[in-house]
């Protein structure tokens, strides 16, 4: 396989992997979630290294399942490794889409080091914790001062 065949079909895993959400979000893609640490092609075998958002992730064997499916049906491929990455996720992973369908649609605001994390439903930066123990390990309630919402917060 020549080295341009190859990129061609790095750029269709990636392309791939786009279109597997994470099963927390639907609409918002592992490639959004900053969860794709590398990717690979090499003699039809496609190896994807994800980094899941804690080490304990439930979700860690449904995503892994999914990009294999979406990965191992693409032409050329012949075989699909998932590799757990030692690499640690943090919220600045996200893309902004990512973030905002967060907030939209889920009424869930994200955390960012050094930035005041801003209430999903008014914009304010009144959000204030009432529980570190949220639906997930990676999230945790609050409540905003300026609305009076209760919201998540996802946090790394």
Do not use: N
């Not at 791939?16 to 893609?29: C, H, I, K, N, R």
């Not at 592992?30 to 290294?49: C, K, L």
């Not at 009144?126 to 409540?143: D, I, K, M, N, T």
């Amino acid at each position: 396989m020549t080295g341009e065949a190859r990129t061609a079909l790095v750029i269709d895993v990636i392309d791939a992997l786009q279109g597997v959400d994470d099963p927390e979000y639907p609409g918002v893609s592992v490639v959004d979630m900053g969860m794709i640490a590398s990717t690979e092609v090499a003699d039809g075998q496609a190896t994807v290294e994800l980094i899941t958002t804690f080490s304990g992730c439930p979700a860690h064997d449904v995503i892994t399942a999914d990009i294999a499916t979406a990965v191992g049906a693409l032409d050329g491929i012949t075989g699909v490794e998932v590799r757990r990455s030692t690499e640690h996720w943090d919220t600045s992973r996200l893309s902004d889409h990512a973030r905002a369908v967060m907030a939209q649609d889920f009424t869930v605001s994200v955390a960012l080091p050094g930035k005041p994390t801003e209430c999903p439903r008014c914009g304010a930066a009144a959000l204030v914790e009432q529980s570190p123990f949220g639906p997930a390990r990676c999230r945790a309630v609050h409540r905003c001062r300026a609305c009076g919402e209760v919201v998540e917060v996802l946090r790394a």
